[in-house]
T-cell receptor
Framework: EPEVTQTPSHQVTQMGQEVILRCVPISNHLYFYWYRQILGQKVEFLVSFYNNEISEKSEIFDDQFSVERPDGSNFTLKIRSTKLEDSAMYFC?????????????FGEGSRLTVL | AQKITQTQPGMFVQEKEAVTLDCTYDTSDPSYGLFWYKQPSSGEMIFLIYQGSYDQQNATEGRYSLNFQKARKSANLVISASQLGDSAMYFCAMRDVRGYQKVTFGTGTKLQVIP
């Protein structure tokens, strides 16, 4: 069964460092997303990406964040200068689009710890 | 703006009993999709069930059913014959189907199944 894969599963970084989280969405999917979940809290939308551009972003997704689809398979989230409050689980998701159920398929998450 | 409300932060259920997890939503869009996801302690997000706003019948997937009451804007998840493995966090979520944009999550309900 196709799945969304994320790397790394866990990253520890120092405050102020740049971090890149990587995702490989399901190959025939057209819509890509990043979500964030601070420990024990709700799952928060960060950004959606379609047709090689951001289609929507939340207020959390400020200038410190960027997304890129550098080739036909990877979808990355970059945090330029990490802050303590960026510590969270980051989920990548993708969906097929069209007239399907619109189910989001989630990766297993990348846990970011900022020290 | 979309809004999802889950008023039960935690629930207990006896093994083999049925349990209902509440979810209400608010949207001005006539076309939307409703989801339930399960998040076990390992952290991954597992899709359980989907209900489209125009679907005539309540969705069912094995032991999961979605009690969709459109006029009341509720989409409760019913788990029949609870199993110990059902102990997890459960998130209700909503999506604007037309835009295929973000999915908005509720705050979640932590379900614990008691032997």
């Amino acid at each position: 069964e196709p799945e969304v894969t994320q790397t790394p599963s866990h990253q520890v970084t120092q405050m102020g460092q740049e971090v890149i989280l990587r995702c490989v969405p399901i190959s025939n999917h057209l819509y890509f997303y990043w979500y964030r979940q601070i420990l024990g809290q709700k799952v928060e939308f960060l950004v959606s990406f379609y047709n090689n551009e951001i289609s929507e972003k939340s207020e959390i997704f400020d200038d410190q964040f960027s997304v890129e689809r550098p080739d036909g398979s990877n979808f990355t989230l970059k945090i330029r200068s990490t802050k303590l409050e960026d510590s969270a689980m980051y989920f990548c998701a993708s969906s097929e689009g069209g007239t399907t159920t619109g189910e989001l398929f989630f990766g297993e998450g990348s846990r970011l710890t900022v020290l | 703006a979309q809004k999802i409300t889950q008023t039960q932060p935690g629930m207990f259920v006896q093994e083999k009993e049925a349990v209902t997890l509440d979810c209400t939503y608010d949207t001005s869009d006539p076309s939307y999709g409703l989801f339930w996801y399960k998040q076990p302690s390992s952290g991954e997000m597992i899709f359980l069930i989907y209900q489209g706003s125009y679907d005539q019948q309540n969705a069912t997937e094995g032991r999961y059913s979605l009690n969709f009451q459109k006029a009341r804007k509720s989409a409760n998840l019913v788990i029949s014959a609870s199993q110990l493995g059902d102990s997890a966090m459960y998130f209700c979520a909503m999506r604007d189907v037309r835009g295929y944009q973000k999915v908005t999550f509720g705050t979640g309900t932590k379900l614990q199944v008691i032997p």
